[in-house]
Nanobody, 123 residues
Framework: VQLQASGGGLVQAGGYLRLSCAAS????????MGWFRQAPGKTREFVAALSWSTGRTYYTDSVKSRFTVSGNNANTVYLQMNSLKLDDSAVYYC??????????????????WGQGTQVTVSS
């Protein structure tokens, strides 16, 4: 099973990028799929997620109203990132995990992680 993330790059502050993540080897029907990020010297941070079982979406406060998580066929998830800020620079990781009674915002509830794609926002 692989999660292949793409779409990262260099963009100026205020610009936009769209990240994509395609799963191979299985579909994640009923699972949650989403994104974490990690900047140099910082801890890994939840960004956004989508529950295939409920259709509900989740966002960390710093990206609400700027980022949108979406997907299709329970094996592809996207992250549309608008109004990008310098603080959004990080490696973004695609993740997938089963329904959990624990918090969707916790990395330990996801057991599939992609290789990461670099997002760099310049001034």
């Amino acid at each position: 099973v692989q999660l292949q993330a793409s779409g990262g790059g260099l963009v100026q502050a205020g610009g936009y990028l769209r990240l994509s993540c395609a799963a191979s080897g299985r579909t994640f029907s009923g699972y949650r799929m989403g994104w974490f990020r990690q900047a140099p010297g910082k801890t890994r941070e939840f960004v956004a997620a989508l529950s295939w079982s409920t259709g509900r979406t989740y966002y960390t406060d710093s990206v609400k109203s700027r980022f949108t998580v979406s997907g299709n066929n329970a094996n592809t998830v996207y992250l549309q990132m608008n109004s990008l800020k310098l603080d959004d620079s990080a490696v973004y990781y695609c993740v997938a995990g089963p329904p959990s009674t624990l918090s969707t915002y916790e990395g330990r509830t996801y057991n599939y992680w992609g290789q990461g794609t670099q997002v760099t926002v310049s001034s």
